[in-house]
């Protein structure tokens, strides 16, 4: 079997529809499980009324919702869908599940409260609205289809907005529910993003995540490929919509993918590659809009070509936090205590740095859990500020990472110098650098008004 997962644009409206309809067709042989998100705009539209709702402004929020979610599913449901057998029931369920969203919004706006496992339950609709017409659609045109619900198969752990698949658990609802369908030679259509924990509460796992719901499944499943199909040609060499000249990359190692994704390549949520390493199954990115092309396909061995570096890559809304003080130096434990203090508060570190002095050390965060995590970490270090060991713990935001990636780096004498002699004639100061030592991954800081000059200079500066 294979895996199809199929992002916002490429169902945003009947048209869009129509082509993924015709791109399954071509794939029955292969006996596809179809994973969809929502339509573009749709979570967006979704997790703001939420949050209007919650802060007592239901009426606005019912006004975006009709407008945003309500009449664009009633359209593309009446222009794609004609068969009245089909058509009725469908309008039945799609006004039951609006009605649903409609009292959780209610809900909210009565409690005044919003909690993680509240904006999952509606976030996670966007998916069932687009998948129930994506499935009805495919039987209207007589291919043997059936709709099942995520929450029925992926089994998550509790952490409500990027919660992570509990693949033993998963694996075994999948067995029960996916499994004979596909055995029955018909094509499974579910929702991707979504899943549920071990007592039913749906979750979901993360903005962009039916990526990685596409994965999950072809790893549960042993799919022998899983297609991304998506609105741009494939992975390229940098976010096309910085560097309108970039690229399509043709082949990709698992880790080149991985680091791009975990470095801001949109097409790819983060965690889109980990579940099919494991069990080597290749990933490709394909685009709905030019089927006929060969995307990008991600492997364990892709071919070597002479590119050292593949792609650069950015991740904006960033913050830089530096720990300083001369009475570092020496005492043992500091970045480690620093570190458990960030993972206590639930904060992702993007890149560290320390200086060999040890005199600081700098980490790199979203800009949102800045405030958080200083104050995290002045409660670690209260004695050591006492005792001007720490002199100063600050952030600095607005600062993005760049990253240059591609496994021909590693060993290559002279990327780093091209890398930062680009940055020098373009006049970009550097703020922090960083590079693991597998060499796949340079990373550096710059400030925001200078990422998308320092993307533009490097892709020029390697011909990408
Ligand atoms: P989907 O809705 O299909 O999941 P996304 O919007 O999540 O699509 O991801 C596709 C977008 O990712 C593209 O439109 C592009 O602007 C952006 N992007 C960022 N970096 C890259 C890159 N290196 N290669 C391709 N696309 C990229
Ligand atoms: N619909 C979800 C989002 O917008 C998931 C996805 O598109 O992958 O984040
Ligand atoms: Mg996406």
Same mark, same amino acid.
């Given at each position: 079997?294979?895996?199809?997962?199929?992002?916002?644009?490429?169902?945003?409206? @009947?048209?869009?529809?129509?082509?993924?309809?015709?791109?399954?067709?071509?794939?029955?042989?292969?006996?596809?499980?179809?994973?969809?998100?929502?339509?573009?705009?749709?979570?967006?539209?979704?997790? !703001?009324?939420?949050?209007?709702?919650?802060?007592?402004?239901?009426?606005?929020?019912?006004?975006?919702?009709?407008?945003?979610?309500?009449?664009?599913?009633?359209?593309?449901?009446?222009?794609?869908?004609?068969?009245?057998?089909?058509?009725?029931?469908?309008?039945? #369920?799609?006004?039951?599940?609006?009605?649903?969203?409609?009292?959780?919004?209610?809900?909210?706006?009565?409690?005044?409260?919003? #909690?993680?496992?509240?904006?999952?339950?509606?976030?996670?609709?966007?998916?069932?609205?687009?998948?129930?017409?994506?499935?009805?659609?495919?039987?209207? !045109?007589?291919?043997?289809?059936?709709?099942?619900? @995520?929450?029925?198969?992926?089994?998550?752990?509790?952490?409500?907005?990027?919660? +992570?698949?509990?693949?033993?658990?998963?694996?075994?609802?999948?067995?029960?529910?996916?499994?004979?369908?596909?055995?029955?030679?018909?094509?499974?259509?579910?929702?991707?993003?979504?899943?549920?924990?071990?007592?039913?509460?749906?979750?979901?796992?993360?903005?962009? /995540?039916?990526?990685?719901?596409?994965?999950?499944?072809?790893?549960?499943?042993?799919?022998?490929? %899983?297609?991304?199909?998506?609105?741009?040609?494939?992975?390229?060499?940098?976010?096309?919509?910085?560097?309108?000249? @970039?690229?399509?990359?043709?082949?990709?190692?698992?880790?080149?993918? $991985?680091?791009?994704?975990?470095? /801001?390549?949109?097409?790819?949520?983060?965690?889109?590659?980990?579940?099919?390493?494991?069990?080597?199954?290749?990933?490709?990115?394909?685009?709905?809009? !030019?089927?006929?092309?060969?995307?990008?396909?991600?492997?364990? &061995?892709?071919?070597?070509?002479?590119?050292?570096?593949? $792609?650069?890559?950015?991740?904006?809304?960033?913050?830089?936090?530096?720990?300083?003080?001369?009475?570092?130096?020496?005492?043992?434990?500091?970045? @480690?205590?620093?570190?458990?203090?960030?993972?206590?508060?639930?904060?992702?570190?993007?890149?560290?740095?320390?200086?060999?002095?040890?005199? +600081?050390?700098?980490?790199? %965060?979203?800009?949102?859990?800045? &405030?958080?995590?200083?104050? $995290?970490?002045?409660?670690?270090?209260?004695?050591?500020?006492?005792?001007?060991?720490?002199?100063?713990?600050?952030?600095?935001?607005?600062?993005?990472?760049? $990253?240059?990636?591609?496994?021909?780096?590693?060993?290559?004498?002279?990327?780093?110098?091209?890398?930062?002699?680009?940055?020098? !004639?373009?006049?970009?100061?550097?703020?922090?650098?960083?590079?693991?030592?597998?060499?796949?991954?340079?990373?550096?800081?710059?400030?925001?008004?200078?990422?998308?000059?320092?993307?533009?200079?490097?892709?020029?500066?390697?011909?990408?």
């Amino acid at each position: 079997m294979i895996v199809m997962k199929f992002g916002g644009t490429s169902v945003q409206d @009947a048209n869009a529809m129509q082509r993924v309809l015709s791109i399954v067709k071509s794939r029955i042989p292969k006996k596809p499980l179809v994973v969809v998100s929502a339509m573009s705009g749709v979570t967006d539209a979704l997790i !703001h009324c939420a949050e209007t709702s919650h802060l007592g402004r239901e009426d606005a929020a019912l006004e975006r919702f009709e407008k945003e979610v309500y009449v664009p599913h009633r359209r593309v449901l009446q222009e794609l869908i004609q068969e009245s057998q089909l058509r009725e029931p469908l309008m039945k #369920t799609m006004e039951e599940n609006f009605r649903e969203v409609r009292t959780l919004f209610h809900g909210l706006s009565i409690l005044g409260e919003l #909690t993680p496992r509240s904006l999952d339950a509606i976030a996670s609709y966007g998916e069932r609205f687009c998948s129930l017409i994506l499935a009805a659609s495919l039987l209207e !045109h007589g291919i043997q289809t059936h709709w099942i619900n @995520a929450c029925d198969f992926l089994i998550t752990d509790d952490q409500h907005t990027k919660a +992570n698949p509990l693949m033993d658990l998963s694996l075994a609802k999948a067995r029960e529910t996916v499994v004979p369908v596909l055995e029955q030679n018909e094509v499974v259509v579910t929702q991707g993003f979504v899943g549920s924990n071990r007592i039913g509460q749906t979750t979901t796992l993360g903005r962009g /995540g039916s990526d990685f719901s596409a994965t999950i499944l072809g790893a549960l499943l042993d799919a022998e490929e %899983i297609e991304i199909w998506t609105d741009v040609p494939g992975v390229m060499t940098a976010d096309p919509r910085v560097v309108p000249e @970039a690229s399509t990359i043709s082949e990709l190692s698992y880790t080149e993918a $991985a680091e791009l994704s975990y470095f /801001g390549a949109k097409v790819l949520h983060p965690k889109t590659i980990w579940p099919a390493v494991e069990k080597k199954i290749p990933i490709r990115i394909l685009d709905t809009f !030019h089927p006929e092309n060969s995307g990008t396909r991600v492997l364990e &061995n892709p071919r070597i070509n002479d590119h050292p570096v593949k $792609a650069v890559t950015s991740i904006r809304n960033l913050s830089i936090l530096t720990v300083e003080g001369r009475g570092m130096l020496g005492v043992p434990g500091v970045a @480690a205590r620093a570190f458990t203090a960030v993972a206590k508060e639930k904060v992702n570190l993007l890149m560290i740095t320390q200086s060999s002095s040890e005199q +600081n050390i700098c980490f790199v %965060i979203e800009q949102k859990a800045a &405030n958080s995590t200083i104050h $995290a970490l002045e409660d670690e270090f209260e004695i050591e500020i006492a005792r001007h060991q720490i002199d100063t713990i600050r952030s600095q935001d607005k600062v993005v990472i760049i $990253a240059v990636v591609g496994a021909g780096m590693k060993g290559t004498p002279g990327i780093a110098a091209k890398v930062f002699g680009a940055l020098g !004639h373009a006049g970009i100061n550097v703020i922090s650098i960083a590079q693991g030592s597998s060499e796949y991954n340079l990373s550096f800081v710059v400030h925001e008004k200078d990422g998308d000059d320092a993307v533009r200079s490097i892709h020029r500066e390697f011909q990408l």
